[in-house]
């Protein structure tokens, strides 16, 4: 029989991890920076993405947002691309200069609104919030937000004034951000229609109903305060 005062196998290692100068000193150590580690793998604070495959399946699932810079706006006869410098968490000098495509989710752009991109975004902050992983590029939801201005959603905005429209189908995802985003696309589809924005003006033919509509909602923005007009959506 083991003796009473005999410490147990737990009692041996408590005693062990309270050992400031021996052994235990280096397993409390070493739990520490496995922890530390496993943080770091999961967060990627230094890793700098350049390719969709980069971008690990868990920012996609928990919609982890990411930061970068607008070099180019790349056109195509299918998509059109950002070609983002991405800003890691805690940025290391760099030594390449590839950029990480990103496609604005949910919508066809077109020509025009490729010009307004260029215009817009060029050399501008943005934040992309992964949604879908392709082999060519990363969608994603794009915000841009300057110093004392509103956050620009960049998708709901192109649709808004005509420079885009909804792509049917879209991803069949139905998280509360993507179907929130899904959202604010058809409600901009709708305004655009609604106001004969751009690709719209052509599709749809200006009636004279629609003039005289038009008519009065000009009228009612030039008599109304501002703040009312937004909440009226006029």
Known sequence: MARE???SILGRLQILMQDETGPGKLIT???ASAGLLAALYKIRPFARFTKPSDVPLHFLQTRVPLQGTVRRVEPSSSKVLLMVDHRPLLPLPRFNKAYLPVKIGGVDITGNGVSWLQTVLNGKLVTFLPIVREKEYLECVVTMSEKDQVSLEIGEELVKLGLATVHEP???L?????LAYKNSLANAQKWAVRRRNGYWHFVKQPTVLWKAQM??????KS?????VVRRLDL
Request: net charge positive; hydrophobic share 45%.
């Open 215 to 220: 008519f009065m909602i000009d009228k009612m």
């Open 174 to 178: 139905k998280d509360k951000r993507v």
């Open 223 to 227: 008599l109304l305060p501002a703040i």
């Open 29 to 31: 150590y070493g739990i």
């Open 170 to 172: 879209w991803t069949k």
């Open 5 to 7: 005062d005999d410490p």
